[in-house]
Structure formats: C-alpha cells, structure tokens
C-alpha cells in the first residue's frame, strides 16, 4: 500500500525566504505526486503534479517540486514566499493518477513579516 | 478549476442524532465523487467513491451503514452520519470529477467540520 510521510508539521518562515518543504513516500510502482495546498475554509486546491517526463515540475503560485526517484522524495520549494502562501500543504501519492489517492499529515506554513 | 461546494462548512451534533454533509459541484457534472476524513494530526483518509446512480464503494474498515453516501444526481453527493458519536467528530472532504480516468483531476470542497457532544 502506498503511503505519504511529511515530517514536518509545522514551519516558519519570513516573507521573502526560500521555502522547501519535505515530502518522503512509498509505493511499489511509478508513483503519481501531487501537492494541494488549502488556506482556511478553502478547499484543497492543485499546486502541481508529477506523472512522467521532466522531474522537476512548475506549479502555480511560484512554486515548483522536484521527484527524486532515488531518494523517494518529492519535496516543494518556492525562492521568495509571500505572506499569502501561509496555508496547510498536503502532499499526495496516487495508485494511477488521480485515482486513489492517499495524503500525507500536511504542513502548516506560518509566513512572518 | 472547477468549483466544488460543501455545505454545511462546520456542524454540531448531539450524540445519537444523524448529520447530513452536501456536496455540490457548481458548474459541471461530477460522474465521480470522493469522500475524506481527516483525523487531527493525521493525513486524508479516503472513505468513499460514489459514482452517480450507483451505490458507493467504499474503502476497507469504513462502516458503510454509519456512512451513508447517496449520489442521486450529477451535481449532489450527500453523507449522512447515522447515529453520530463523539469518535465520528472530524473534518470531512469531498472531491469530484467530471468523468472517469487516471488522468481527470478532481476538484475538492472547503471540507466539514464535524463536531459531536
């Protein structure tokens, strides 16, 4: 079964810092990553996504994610962070696609000015 | 994207009433509806898939008779919590897509705050 590990709970950083966050996951096959991010009373909303091709995936928002196959890790990264981006960030595996998709425990970004 | 709507955002219950969770997509019609559970602390557990006109499958160890999920048309999905209990206190999510296939993305809800004293 296919599992998703973000060790971190919560981060802070000040607006205007680089930002990575951590994503580890396991799956037996040719994984299909997401990140979604979700601000307060918003739904999950699609950052980017990995299914093939180029490891290093452009998302919205600036921020882009990098699968490293070797390393089972598919880790988030933004160069300059806005006091917006504050929100909870979901990493994601799926068994085919979009197709059963399992989450990790998410992180919490606290942006300080 | 396309907008998904839930509705009611947060709920309280007493113990041993039933609580219904609407799923709406706004502007398309969701062959396929997704429903999560979110315990504190812990990552979005699928429950459920509900595909319109038939009966939900659901994800193994979820109680299907305490899980009611109805998808009685292409824009509705509902989850009732039959006989809640304070364990059943959670965030509830649903997704939808508007047809099948590994590659359709779905759309998510702003998600159920389900609280039960």
């Known amino acids: 079964a296919q599992s998703v590990t973000q060790p971190d709970i919560h981060i802070t950083v000040s607006e205007g810092a680089s930002l990575e966050l951590r994503c580890n996951y396991s799956y037996g096959a040719t994984p299909y990553l997401f990140w979604y991010v979700q601000s307060p009373g918003q739904g999950l909303q699609l950052l980017l996504k990995y299914f093939s091709g180029d490891t290093l995936v452009q998302g919205i928002k600036g921020f882009e994610a990098e699968f490293k196959r070797s390393q089972s890790s598919f880790n988030l990264r933004k160069p300059s962070v806005h006091w917006s981006d504050a929100a909870e960030y979901f990493c994601a595996v799926g068994a085919g696609g979009y197709q059963k998709v399992t989450f990790g425990t998410g992180t919490k970004l606290q942006v300080i000015p | ?117």
């Open chain 2, 1 to 117: 994207g396309a907008v998904v709507s839930q509705h009611p955002s947060r709920v309280i219950c007493k113990s041993g009433t039933s609580v219904k969770i609407e799923c709406r997509s706004l502007d398309f019609q969701a062959t396929t509806m997704f429903w999560y559970r979110q315990f504190p602390k812990k990552s979005l557990m699928l429950m459920a898939t509900s595909n319109e006109g038939s009966k939900a499958t659901y994800e193994q160890g979820v109680e299907k008779d305490k899980f009611l999920i109805n998808h009685a048309s292409l824009t509705l999905s509902t989850l009732t919590v039959t006989s809640a209990h304070p364990e059943d206190s959670s965030f509830y999510i649903c997704s939808a897509r508007d047809r099948e296939g590994w590659n359709t993305e779905a759309f998510f809800g702003q998600g159920t705050r389900l609280t039960v004293v």
